[in-house]
């Protein structure tokens, strides 16, 4: 029988920056993960081939996206194609979002793979 409900705990969990928690899990052709982020913590500049969209459920970040600064706040989406450049600065808040990347992320399918992003 397929699981077709995830729980937390059986998702890979990585901790790629100080103060930033992520929880993954892939499928056939996708990957989500779910993303909490300590006020002022950052997820420093990176790019991957990947295509990620996102969304904001708490908090608020700055995100710099090719150079350019954005405010997101909670409700508020994300669409990156791949190989855009990208940081995401956590406010006063913190930060709890869901990415989902087309197509799966090798990297976050692994347990410990993901210490540090760099470029792919």
Not at 99 to 120: H, L, Q, V
């Amino acid at each position: 029988m397929e699981d077709f409900i995830i729980q937390r705990q059986d998702c890979v969990q990585m901790q790629p920056f100080p103060g930033v928690t992520m929880w993954a899990f892939s499928g056939d052709h996708m990957t989500i993960s779910l993303v909490q982020m300590e006020p002022h913590s950052v997820i420093e500049e990176h790019s991957h081939p990947h295509e990620q969209m996102g969304f904001m459920i708490e908090g608020e970040a700055e995100f710099i996206i090719a150079g350019k600064s954005y405010r997101v706040t909670a409700g508020q989406m994300w669409k990156l194609p791949g190989g855009v450049p990208h940081k995401v600065v956590a406010l006063e808040q913190g930060v709890v979002a869901i990415d989902a990347f087309y197509p799966c992320r090798e990297d976050m399918k692994r347990p410990n793979s993901w210490g540090t992003i760099g470029p792919e």
